[in-house]
């Protein structure tokens, strides 16, 4: 293992000086939101952009939206996908899902649930004139037809053994209210059949959610009449907010933000941590500056140092061991920063300058893991720059694939995988991804293959894939994330392990 380059343990020493002044940060406003019994205060990292449903794919918009809106399908607590708003789901062909919705439930607006609000939403989010940000999750879906009032079939355009998967990212909404609304209201406003309701949106301030009166499902019906949701972007301040009573839960803080709280709980996430390269980039064309780039950052050392006890290694992937198609057989890239400078010099690389983009909220101690990357990366003899951004443009960056939009040189991202399956994170940022920077044709072809298997024809076919892309360093794994929450005194929470943030499962003591 490499000595960690002098940048690291200057940025800890930065990292630890906050950790014991935190109580003397600056709080957001003076205002304390957490001392009324029956609302709840949540610091998350960074504003949702959009409620715009199609573009909610975020975990930050997720966080508001997977409370008001719900979906066809839910994963159960042993793993398994069961019906939700679906009472019930069989394929009965092989392009062709049929969903018995359940009877009685009712938008906040109190238009019915029906196979019309199924087909509607589908029709939404495929209009060919709209683009959506979120496609990649839903993408083998063609067409939604209404059997009758409670049953409605799903046809995807090839075999998708997965899509009760693929569904618990498809939020179904009002129809009459859909077809009526504007994108740009939609946008700000959501009706769903959710424990809550959207009660207002102060951009730049807070959410306000309300619990549902009338909210289904009577087993798990809100208990906290109030949900109020700020976006704070620095760690430390969401955990001091928790200390000094402004908020009852602290999103995704570091162990040692959390270790002042009066309680903390763990989430064992899906997340993958990785940073994916630009191919069309004149250097980065090269394989061997890309591979110089897997052996320049020393994953396990940065692991230790910044993430000890919440990270593990992703051997080559960005995905977690519990997703389906992992491949145990591939290990870590191998830290040799001898060997990367090599590759760089002769390459003709050295000297030549990149940029590396890091959203400053993404995770805990992102800035010393950015500042680290670009020590480790700068010792091949390449040049880079570091770009910290906010939420806003790091997402439009994030995004940005079509003809003449901009395309970073490196970007540092975290995604999660609530499809427990390979499918899902490759499908977005391998092949000719939605997210992809690689634009591999060829590699598309196989992922097209393995998409229609299932049980170990699939699972052959996606560690194969995985094994194919080792080599070819379009994207490198750093390492998957479990988060920490910190929580008030009165907080009792357990966040679920496949990323959804359910406020009606929160409890506040009176």
């Known amino acids: 293992m490499m000595k960690m380059k002098p940048i690291l343990p200057s940025c800890l020493a930065v990292t630890l000086s906050v950790f014991a002044g935190i109580s003397a940060l600056p709080l957001a406003t003076g205002t304390v939101y957490a001392q009324t019994a029956a609302a709840l205060t949540v610091a998350i990292g960074a504003e949702p952009a959009t409620m715009l449903p199609r573009d909610a794919c975020r975990y930050e918009t997720n966080f508001v939206t997977d409370n008001i809106y719900e979906r066809l399908t839910q994963r159960a607590a042993d793993g398994s996908v069961v019906g939700w708003l679906a009472e019930s789901f069989q394929q009965t062909d092989k392009v062709t899902w049929r969903f018995k919705l359940r009877p009685g439930i009712k938008f906040s607006n109190g ?123 620095e760690a430390a301040v969401r955990a001091a907010m928790v200390r000094a009573g402004e908020a009852d839960i602290a999103v995704n803080i570091s162990q040692e933000q959390a270790k002042p709280l009066p309680k903390s709980v763990a989430e064992h996430t899906t997340e993958a941590v990785f940073l994916r390269l630009n191919v069309k980039n004149p250097v980065l064309a090269d394989v061997n500056v890309r591979k110089a780039i897997s ?38 890239y191998p830290s040799n920063p001898a060997e990367a400078k090599n590759l760089v010099s002769t390459a003709g690389a050295t000297g030549k300058q990149l940029k590396l983009i890091v959203r400053t909220d993404l995770i805990p101690n992102v800035s010393e893991l950015a500042e680290a990357m670009q020590g480790m990366l700068q010792e091949t003899g390449l040049k880079v720059t570091l770009v910290p951004m906010e939420a806003g443009p ?26 427990f399956d390979t499918s899902r994170v490759m499908n977005f940022y391998y092949g000719t991804g939605q997210f992809s920077h690689s634009d591999d044709v060829a590699f598309q072809a196989g992922m097209d293959k393995a998409a229609v298997l299932s049980g170990s024809e699939r699972v052959t076919a996606y560690r194969s894939l995985w094994a194919d892309a080792y080599g070819k360093y379009w994207v490198i794994p750093i390492f998957g994330i479990d988060y920490i929450h910190g929580l008030s005194a009165r907080t009792t929470w357990t966040p679920r392990d496949d990323g959804f943030v359910y406020f009606n499962t929160v409890k506040l003591s009176r």
């Open 394 to 419: 790091w997402r439009d960056l994030l995004f940005a694939n079509k003809e003449g939009q901009e395309r970073t040189d490196m970007i540092i991202i975290s995604a999660s995988n609530i499809q």
């Open 295 to 332: 052996q320049a950052i020393d994953t396990a050392t940065i692991r230790q140092a910044l993430y000890p006890g919440v990270s593990t290694p992703l051997n080559g992937q960005i995905i977690r061991p519990s997703a389906l198609g992992f491949n145990p057989d591939l290990k870590e």
């Open 111 to 233: 238009e019915a649930l029906d196979a019309t609000a199924v087909a509607e939403t589908i029709k939404y989010y495929f209009d060919p004139k709209m683009s959506s940000r979120c496609r990649g999750d839903y993408s083998t879906i063609e067409s939604a037809t209404k059997i009758d009032d409670m049953t409605v079939d799903i046809k995807t355009m090839s075999p998708d053994p997965t899509l009760p998967s693929r569904l618990l990212k498809l939020y179904i909404m009002a129809p009459k209210w859909l077809t009526s609304t504007s994108d740009e209201a939609t946008a700000t406003s959501a009706i769903g059949t959710g424990p809550y309701t959207l009660s207002e949106w102060v951009k730049g301030s807070h959410i306000t959610l309300k619990a549902n009166p009338n909210y289904w499902d009577g087993k798990n019906r809100p208990t906290i009449e109030q949900v109020r949701i700020v976006s704070r972007s």
